[in-house]
């Protein structure tokens, strides 16, 4: 077998997976639950299904100028916000348009499977190509994370989810912090495998020493702040936080109600009573902010975030992941193989702490940082409109959640969203100034 024959078997492989993957998580919807959108900020499964399936097309017109689009139609309806390719549609109607219907989208999602593989067996493999066709996976894996939050959103535990492996109970564990020592850090990505143009290049910034709280603040925790009348003084929160306080009446983190005096949840496991060991999850970037400056700590920044999750102070070397460089298990992390369909207790994975003495960094939640989503000094656009569109009034997030696929997540990956979002699995972790 030749080098090209190699590459492009190895990229139908990923390719098929990452669409079996797809259509997994719509498997056991039925057929009305395909076309509704629960929120102007929400999909509908329909729409994922097919837009996932879109990309490609726009990826395969890149490299072959005499590409032909499916459908205009089709075309209008699954393009998110990307100008090159037309007028997107409102993403706030797509849960009104009944055509193209649900079956027509799954013969599109199979025609396009078709030409995708054609498209790669007749086509050299060249770099550029290659780099193309894996965003497009990624790309997949972004949406398949996303349909998972639109799913929460529109049936939580009616979607009735298949549990798997279940970890076994973490001992009993008290929160604590590590010391990170500050000094000149390099972050970004830094080996060669796939990342998106946001995490490039590397560049040096210089770091205070400080210290890290080695667990996700938890619902424990999070519950002294709603105690202590953490929302109901604007005295913690910034203004524009403040203002969303008041005007969405918020109360606690997003899915959470209170029945009898006790805090509930409702999530795809169930309406159950809150588990005080579990990460909080579901609060935004003015919810984080607020509980730490009512702890007296702050939020991590980026570059703190990273080192503390990926660098050796040993070998003076910084790691892919927390653990190291070997891909991610289900010994490791909580991520959307493992199936376990919310937050795992503090301590449950001890083998993926991270060299400093971190854990679950990676996983169960994303958290929030303080910095801003903006390039790197020196960053190049690797897809025109894909991520440098979004540079202003937006925060990092870093870790992934246990929503995220276990291929499209390491320790320099930038997620991103507005302040006020909270609909993702979002969390967060303090960290004090030394």
């Known amino acids: 077998m030749t080098l090209q024959e190699s590459t492009k078997e190895s990229i139908l492989e990923i390719f098929k997976k990452t669409r079996d993957r797809t259509l997994q998580l719509v498997k056991n919807l039925e057929l009305d639950d395909y076309v509704v959108q629960t929120d102007y900020f929400m999909s509908p499964p329909k729409w994922h299904i097919g837009h996932v399936s879109w990309i490609y097309e726009a990826i395969m017109s890149k490299i072959d ?79 398949q994370e996303l349909l998972v939050y639109d799913l929460q959103r529109l049936l939580a535990d009616q979607y009735k989810p298949v549990i798997k492996n279940i970890p076994s109970i973490a001992p ?30 590397e560049h040096i910034v210089y770091l205070n020493d400080f210290q890290m709280d080695a667990f996700p603040v938890t619902n424990e925790q999070y519950l002294e702040f709603i105690k202590d009348g953490g929302y109901e003084s604007y005295k913690f929160w910034l203004s524009d936080g403040w203002e969303k306080v008041q ?21 795809f496991t169930g309406f159950r009573k809150i588990n005080p060991r579990e990460p909080v999850c579901h609060v935004s970037f003015y ?14 920044t980026e570059a703190e975030w990273e080192k503390a999750a990926c660098w050796n102070e040993e070998k003076q070397e910084k790691t892919i992941f ?36 971190c854990h679950q960094m990676i996983g169960d939640v994303w958290e929030w940082t303080s910095s801003e989503f903006v390039g790197y000094p020196g960053f190049k656009s690797g897809f025109e409109e894909y991520n440098d569109k979004w540079f202003t009034n937006q925060k990092v997030l870093r870790g992934g959640s246990f929503g995220t ?6 320790g320099s990956y930038r997620n991103f969203f507005r302040l006020d979002e909270r609909w993702l699995f979002s969390g967060f972790r303090c960290v004090l100034d030394v």
């Not at 919810?287 to 991590?300: D, H, I, Q, T, V």
């Not at 190291?324 to 376990?340: D, I, R, V």
């Not at 696929?405 to 390491?410: A, L, W």
């Open 172 to 201: 009993e564990i008290k929160p604590y912090s590590v010391s990170v020592s500050g000094g000149l850090y390099k972050m970004g990505y830094n080996k060669n495998e796939f990342c998106y143009d946001i995490e490039l290049p």
């Open 322 to 357: 927390p653990w190291g460089n070997q891909e991610p298990t289900e010994k490791h992390a909580n991520l959307l193989e493992s199936y376990l369909w919310k937050p795992t207790e503090i301590g449950t994975y001890s083998e993926g702490k991270s060299h400093l003495g």
């Open 65 to 143: 100028s005499n590409y032909e689009f499916y459908s205009k139609e089709f075309s209008e309806y699954l393009n998110s916000y990307y100008q090159q390719f037309g007028v997107p549609h409102d993403k706030g109607r797509r849960g009104i348009v009944s055509r193209p219907t649900v079956d027509q989208i799954f013969q599109y999602f199979n025609v396009i499977n078709h030409r995708v593989i054609k498209f790669i067996q007749e086509n050299t493999m060249t770099d550029d190509l290659e780099k193309l066709i894996i965003t497009g996976f990624h790309h997949e894996c972004q949406h």
């Open 405 to 410: 696929p276990t291929m499209s997540i390491r």
């Open 247 to 267: 005007k969405n009446n918020w109360n606690a983190p997003m899915y959470w109600e209170k029945k009898d005096e006790e805090w509930m949840i409702r999530d």
């Open 287 to 300: 919810e984080a902010s607020a509980y730490c400056k009512w702890a007296g700590k702050r939020l991590p």
